[in-house]
């Protein structure tokens, strides 16, 4: 999580830059534990001051035509990985001030056992901030997902949290286009954002960008930019 000085630094710089041109932040979080609900609710009030909140048919609007509808910049609060803890902390935080999050989801860990997602975890780089769960299950489910997609975006965040380059070809297949098969199946609806372990932008490796085409995903994002890719398909 960034400091709060660093959040009124970049909202005093997207507030001067909306005098010349519309624009939209973007702000990472991880797991966010109970422990540090405090200071999460701090920096999401402080946020909410200066930026407004972000859905995918707002960033859609925006990328197609440069066009802003709100009177605030956007801030889109991306949440990595599928932590429970984003569910129980971070949704209400988000709700209580007006924000929309975007939950990017490792599919993998959703599905895995809670026996067994402390180990999963631990094989996969998803960092375990705390032991806050005493009946060991540390992903949301996808009953809370299926509930946060009501108000907020569930995206895919991949099945393993794995390098795609250090894979073959099934391997890139399977974490692509079996997580969004994943959400597709739990959600009733595909996913329309991706982002892969590390962050690599789409056009600078044409097997990946084929599978994300055959995917489906409007959206890529990446450590330096967010695309948009084609227009969205309706279902």
């Excluded at 407004?52 to 956007?74: C, F, I, Q």
């Amino acid at each position: 999580m960034a400091t709060t000085d660093a959040f009124q630094t970049a909202a005093d710089q997207t507030l001067t830059l909306m005098g010349r041109a519309p624009m939209i932040r973007a702000v990472n979080f991880h797991n966010t534990p109970r422990e540090r609900a405090a200071e999460i609710d701090d920096q999401l009030g402080r946020l909410s001051r200066s930026f407004g909140p972000v859905t995918e048919d707002d960033l859609d609007t925006y990328l197609a035509t440069g066009r802003w509808r709100r009177s605030k910049p956007g801030i889109i609060i991306s949440v990595y990985e599928g932590y429970r803890n984003g569910y129980d902390v971070m949704r209400p935080l988000l709700e209580r001030h007006g924000l929309v999050g975007w939950f990017f989801v490792i599919t993998g860990f959703v599905n895995t056992k809670p026996a067994d997602q402390l180990a999963f975890a631990q094989e996969h780089d998803i960092g375990m901030e705390s032991r806050e769960y005493s009946d060991g299950r540390y992903a949301m489910s996808w009953d809370e997902l299926r509930s946060l997609s009501r108000r907020h975006v569930v995206a895919s965040h991949a099945r393993r949290h794995v390098a795609l380059d250090t894979l073959d070809a099934a391997g890139r297949e399977s974490e692509v286009i079996g997580s969004q098969q994943d959400l597709r199946q739990e959600l009733s609806q595909p996913a329309r954002t991706f982002v892969s372990y590390g962050g690599p932008a789409y056009g600078n490796d044409p097997l990946t960008d084929a599978l994300i085409d055959r995917a489906g995903y409007q959206f890529v994002f990446s450590n330096l930019k967010i695309q948009r890719l084609r227009a969205h398909a309706r279902t």
